[in-house]
């Protein structure tokens, strides 16, 4: 049953005829308009259409006609063509972004400051000068992550927009400047493979550029007597910490620490630190975290969504197993976070690719997340 008469709107028009050149029958269309998204329409077809054929259509009507199209999962198969609702995001875009340069670059300067103080040196111009490296090693960082997203996004046909980088207090006022950036999606990846290359190339992609900069940042860090340090720690000069991500602890034997030694670490150390452990929370597979899209790319919705409690349980099982040190801290804190998220952005199941019965699924990017996992893993000290 068709509802429209002839000329069929073109959208619809241009399906039906890449469906019969597909060799499909369209059983029934259907329009109707839901609030805050516009029309809708929805083909019945007799039968599914394949992986090579959907992902010909999606890529022409989201080019278009500005429409994502999702193949169904129902019997008979459902194409719902959705509009693609795009703002102007170019304002907000530069006022996060200068926001973000100004806390990032105030906890630059607070942590380059006391850095060079414990040393001795209290030169204004060589902790402007750290400062400025650290803002913008910092923000390459974070702009490199979304730049994975982008640059995968592009390749399968996605439509997104940002980056938006969030600020967030500087470090006087007890935070670390930013909450990180995010970009927003405006249509889903067509397959379970473009999902879940679409999650691990932005933490991939940052995590490449922290590791450079650890490095860096570790060859510049200076070792000092292990009893200096608790001098230090307990006049309130310096802070310990007390846990590590997985590759910090690698980057540190590089350094190779004396015997009755430890270090105190530069300012772009620091960075790759935050860095480390901001994507270990990421790649948690929970809603639409990037480890959630990596990880609903390999299982159902309702396995995911299990996935997902079990992950925050862990997580506050393994604070409370190190309570009263550091690390149980972080744990603890970890689990409250994602339950928080769970409440605010998780309460609806992970939609997953625009074609459901989508199957492609590639497990090389399965041993990569869970390699990145292992190597942002934070360790007690």
Not at 43 to 72: A, C, G, K, T
Not at 121 to 126: A, F, I, P, R, T
Not at 290 to 311: A, K, M, P, Q
């Amino acid at each position: 049953m068709f509802p429209f008469q002839k000329p069929y709107p073109p959208i619809i028009e241009d399906i039906l005829k890449q469906l019969s050149r597909a060799g499909r029958l369209a059983l029934q269309v259907k329009d109707y308009t839901v609030e805050k998204t516009g029309k809708v329409f929805d083909i019945v077809i007799n039968d599914r259409l394949s992986e090579e054929v959907f992902n010909e259509i999606y890529s022409y009507i989201v080019n278009r006609y500005n429409y994502m199209i999702l193949q169904l999962r129902t019997d008979p198969p459902i194409l719902r063509l959705i509009p693609i609702r795009k703002g102007n995001p170019k304002i907000k875009q530069v006022i996060l972004l200068l926001t973000t340069i100004a806390t990032i670059f105030l906890t630059g300067y607070g942590i380059s400051e006391s850095f060079y103080e414990l040393l001795g040196l209290n030169n204004q111009s060589v902790i402007i000068g750290w400062s400025i490296a650290y803002t913008a090693l910092f923000l390459f960082a974070l702009g490199f992550h979304e730049f994975g997203h982008m640059f995968s996004s592009k390749k399968s046909g996605v439509i997104i927009e940002g980056p938006y980088f969030i600020p967030a207090p500087p470090i006087q006022l007890g935070f670390i400047g930013t909450l990180g950036a995010v970009i927003s999606m405006k249509s889903l990846p067509p397959t379970r493979r473009d999902l879940a290359k679409l999650g691990i190339s932005g933490p991939l992609f940052g995590y490449i550029v922290a590791l450079i900069i650890g490095f860096i940042g570790v060859m510049f860090s200076p070792t000092i007597p292990i009893s200096k340090s608790i001098e230090l720690v307990e006049s309130g000069q310096a802070s310990e910490i007390g846990f590590m991500p997985l590759t910090m602890i690698l980057l540190l034997l590089i350094k190779n620490i004396p015997p009755g030694y430890t270090i105190l670490l530069h300012p772009l150390a620091f960075i790759s630190f935050i860095i480390f452990v901001v994507t270990f929370l990421n790649l948690l597979p929970i809603g639409q975290l990037d480890g959630g899209h990596v990880v609903r790319s390999f299982t159902t919705d309702y396995t995911h969504e299990l996935i997902g409690y079990f992950i925050i349980i862990l997580t506050a099982v393994t604070g409370v197993l190190l309570l009263g040190t550091m690390a149980g801290q972080y744990y603890i804190a970890l689990s409250i976070i994602l339950v928080i998220f769970k409440l605010l952005f998780g309460r609806h199941p992970h939609p997953g690719p625009a074609n459901q019965f989508s199957n492609n699924k590639d497990y090389s990017i399965l041993l990569a997340y869970i390699i990145l996992v292992v190597l942002t893993l934070p360790l007690p000290t």
